[in-house]
């Protein structure tokens, strides 16, 4: 077992690697705002530069729960990271845990924490919140993603415990993110966030489900309407 996780490591070292030598090098002024462009933090790929369009997983401590590992482990073998990721996100879509986010008040919270700086940090385009992860698409400005995900994470577990009556970890430690590479790949996001609900089977449409971009989302120009900040 050792070994097999030495060489995932190793792997994923490489990986960052290539990307690193063909991307363009970050400038000295968005290294200092915080922006690692390539780099990995011993689970996952992540890219983090300006301008870029975001689609960001996090999830609930226990959405993978350790008493289910066998079921869930054999995923993080998988080699191609789309296919990874799209099996993790269908094990996610099973709602295991204690799925906090199912309780109004929390998931309320969660919402208007992932809209608090929006049109002043970054511009969020989608999101959805499921009964044990979030799904968000936001454009890039001068914050890096990881001091985004990290705010909304916090400030979200200092609410949810008092709300709950709970204490110590909410969320898992980590995020996903996939950066979006053209119009098309961003459209087909917002589309997949804002369908989530009803792929999971918990809605029949996606104008059911309360706490997602769609209630703010126009119909005809389908630009979203967002309230003043």
């Not at 097999?4 to 400038?27: C, F, M, T, Y």
């Not at 009964?131 to 609410?159: D, F, G, T, Y």
Request: hydrophobic share 35%; proline share 5%.
């Amino acid at each position: 077992m050792e070994k097999v996780a030495k060489s995932k490591r190793e792997h994923l070292r490489r990986l960052v690697a290539a990307k690193q030598r063909w991307s363009e090098p970050l400038s000295e002024a968005d290294q200092t705002r915080g922006f690692r462009g390539w780099h990995e933090r011993g689970y996952l790929p992540h890219c983090d530069k300006p301008g870029l369009i975001q689609f960001v997983t996090f999830r609930l401590a226990d959405s993978m729960p350790s008493n289910r590992r066998g079921e869930w482990e054999h995923l993080l073998s998988i080699a191609d990271e789309s296919e990874k990721r799209r099996k993790f996100e269908e094990y996610l879509d099973r709602g295991l845990g204690d799925c906090h986010l199912c309780d109004p008040r929390v998931a309320d919270f969660t919402g208007k924490a992932l809209l608090y700086h929006h049109g002043k940090r970054f511009r969020l385009l989608a999101w959805v919140i499921m009964p044990n992860h979030v799904h968000a698409l936001v454009e890039i400005w001068q914050v890096p993603v990881a001091k985004i995900v990290q705010n909304w994470k916090s400030i979200v577990a200092v609410e949810a415990n008092k709300l709950l009556g709970g204490t110590g970890r909410f969320w898992q430690p980590d995020y996903w993110d996939r950066f979006m590479r053209d119009e098309r790949q961003t459209c087909r996001a917002i589309l997949y966030i804002e369908n989530n609900p009803v792929k999971a089977k918990l809605c029949r449409v996606v104008e059911e489900w309360p706490h997602s971009s769609t209630r703010f989302r126009d119909l005809r120009s389908r630009e979203l309407k967002l309230p003043p900040g």
